[in-house]
Structure formats: structure tokens, C-alpha cells
């Protein structure tokens, strides 16, 4: 039997993207999940058919979080308030108090309900502008976070102390990962909060001509596919439950620039390209050492061509 086997998991966040990415692999290995989110409807959009023990309710709300968490084994904390650099940069103050709330009264519910093991998934986001590269885990509170994701990514630091707080008090054994840009079907392609890879599919599929990219192109990320995401986060909550930082990752490292020319391609579109410099571009370069991850037997599998493809059909099946 799989080690997931049994396991009475929560999932906050369960509706969303990665979450629901997440459910669906959880119970494929045969763990019990329960999901907490605002919306069953959403879920179910997302797996049409699928039954699940589903708390209505905001982690804001500490009962919420307590009922969510009564009778669970494992909680995997993956709820936050997340978008792209644009939304980042306006809201910080927005970005610290919704996952510094929910991210407290998951650790407070969890110790009153009695849950062995948390998993608090943390973000890339923490690390300053100019870090290291490829970027190791002892730089994550050197510095700020990178200016546009300041709010964000100091959110995501509060919940690793948090997390070591927790556990130097009240002995809870906690997951800290660090994950890269998400990207895949189920993704954000709302204008206002999504991330670059829908956003400029979004634009190239709609015939955008020409093509606005915000910054020069130069900058560098790295991309990991949903599942691969989500298998990160289960080997870093089966593994690695030691309160320690682990990035998850890939070192498929892309410029903007190439990007957004890969996308093209793959829609068969030619705009005429812009790059505006007077946008936020975030860090220069993003990618993360990931050799303690591989150390305990992470693997991305999805390579950036392919998962783009499928994210590209996934749209254009369902939006």
C-alpha cells in the first residue's frame, strides 16, 4: 500500500488550482481527503463528478479552520491569496494580512484538533532580487523579497517561522517547500490576478496584435508543471516533515523573451512583439537549487514544451 493509503488528509485550498491538483492525486492513492474552501461549485468544475467531505468557509474564521481540521491525520495547507506581479505590487498589505490570517489559524487548529504532520507551502517568492543562482535554500531571509512580490513573499517567510514556532512548542512536525512558478490546466487567466503563462496565452489565443509583454524579456523563470507541483509537495510531507526549507523545482530555466515565443508557436500565431520596460518584471533571474529535493527522489517529468501544450489545449477546450 502507498504510504497515502488511509491517510485522513485536509487540503486547504482544495478547490483551486494546485489544490485541486492535489486532491485528485491524493485520492488516486487512496488517502481520505476533506477540502476546505469558499466554493464546493469550483471544485467541482474542476472534477466534475468527484464526492468529497467539503467545509464551506474562510480560513479567516478559526472555527472553520478547526471544524476543517477535526479528525485529520495531515493537513496540507496550500489556500493562499496569490497572483501575479501586477496584483503583487498594488496589494502587499492585502497579501500579508490573508496568508498570515489563514496560515495562523491553520497551525492554531491543528494543535487543537490534534493533526500529526502540516505541510505550509511556502513560495520561491521569499528570495531576494538579486540571489544567488541558482538560488540555495539558506538565502530565503537574506534581505527583502523581491520588490514586487514584497507582500507575498514575506507572507511566505512568516509562515516558515510560524511553522518552526509550532513545532519548538507544541512538537507538531511540519513541511516547509518552497515551489516555483506554477503553471498547467485549472490555472488563473483572469486579467487582473493571473500569472505570466496565462496571461500570455490569454493574449495570444485572443489575437492580441501587437503582443504587450511587460518588461524587457531578459528575465529569467523557471516553470513547473501541476503535477509536478503537486508530486513535490507530497514527497516534501512524506520526507521531509523536519520544519527545514526545501526548494521545488526544475532547472529548465527560460528567458520572457523565448517564453512568449514558444507560446506563439504553439498556437501557430506570429504577433508583432512588445516589450514594455516600464512594467514590473520582478527578479532578473529565478532558479532555485533543487538538489535536496532530488536528494530524496524528486524528478520533475513534465518538460516546459509539453506542459505548455497541454495547458494551451486545456484552454482552449474549457474557457
Not at 472553520?64 to 502587499?92: D, I, L, Q, W
Not at 528570495?127 to 544567488?132: A, D, L, Q
Not at 537574506?142 to 520588490?147: A, F, K, R, T
Not at 498547467?184 to 509583454?213: C, M, Q, S, Y
Request: with cysteine; aromatic share 8%; glycine share 10%.
Amino acid at each position: 500500500m502507498s504510504f497515502w493509503g488511509g491517510r485522513r488528509i485536509l487540503v486547504t485550498g482544495g478547490s483551486g488550482f494546485i489544490g485541486s491538483h492535489l486532491v485528485e492525486r491524493l485520492l488516486s492513492e487512496g488517502a481520505q481527503v476533506r477540502v476546505v474552501g469558499r466554493s464546493r461549485e469550483r471544485l467541482q468544475r474542476h472534477l466534475p463528478g468527484l464526492d468529497v467531505p467539503f467545509v464551506e468557509g474562510t480560513l479567516h474564521d478559526l472555527d472553520t479552520a478547526r471544524t476543517a481540521c477535526h479528525g485529520c491525520e495531515m493537513v496540507f495547507h496550500v489556500a493562499a491569496t496569490v497572483a501575479g506581479v501586477g496584483y503583487n505590487s498594488k496589494h502587499p498589505a492585502t497579501l500579508v494580512f490573508d496568508n498570515t490570517t489563514m496560515g495562523l489559524n491553520v497551525m492554531q487548529a491543528a494543535v487543537a484538533e490534534k493533526v500529526g504532520r502540516v505541510l505550509l507551502c511556502s513560495s520561491a517568492c521569499v528570495y531576494r532580487r538579486h540571489c544567488g543562482v541558482p538560488t540555495q535554500e539558506d538565502e530565503g531571509f537574506m534581505d527583502d523579497p523581491e520588490p514586487t512580490n514584497f507582500g507575498y513573499g514575506w507572507s511566505k517567510r512568516y509562515l516558515e517561522v510560524l511553522g518552526r514556532s509550532y513545532v519548538d512548542e507544541y512538537g507538531i512536525e511540519v513541511a516547509l517547500p518552497r515551489p516555483y512558478n506554477a503553471y498547467g490546466p485549472r490555472d488563473d487567466f483572469e486579467w487582473e490576478t493571473n500569472h505570466v503563462i496565462p496571461a500570455l496565452i490569454r493574449k495570444v489565443l485572443e489575437g492580441h496584435d501587437p503582443l504587450t509583454v511587460w518588461g524587457d524579456g531578459t528575465q529569467t523563470r523557471t516553470f513547473l508543471y501541476a503535477t509536478d507541483f503537486v508530486a513535490g509537495l507530497m514527497l516534501a510531507m512524506e520526507r521531509h516533515a523536519v520544519c527545514q526549507p526545501i526548494n521545488i523545482g526544475t532547472s529548465e530555466e527560460i528567458s520572457v523573451r523565448h517564453l512568449i515565443e514558444l507560446i506563439c508557436e504553439l498556437c501557430g500565431k506570429t504577433p508583432r512583439l512588445v516589450f514594455d520596460t516600464s512594467a514590473p518584471q520582478g527578479q532578473p533571474r529565478r532558479l532555485g537549487d533543487i538538489s535536496k529535493a532530488a536528494a530524496l527522489g524528486f524528478e520533475p517529468r513534465v518538460p516546459l514544451r509539453e506542459g505548455l501544450r497541454r495547458t494551451i489545449d486545456w484552454y482552449q477546450r474549457t474557457m
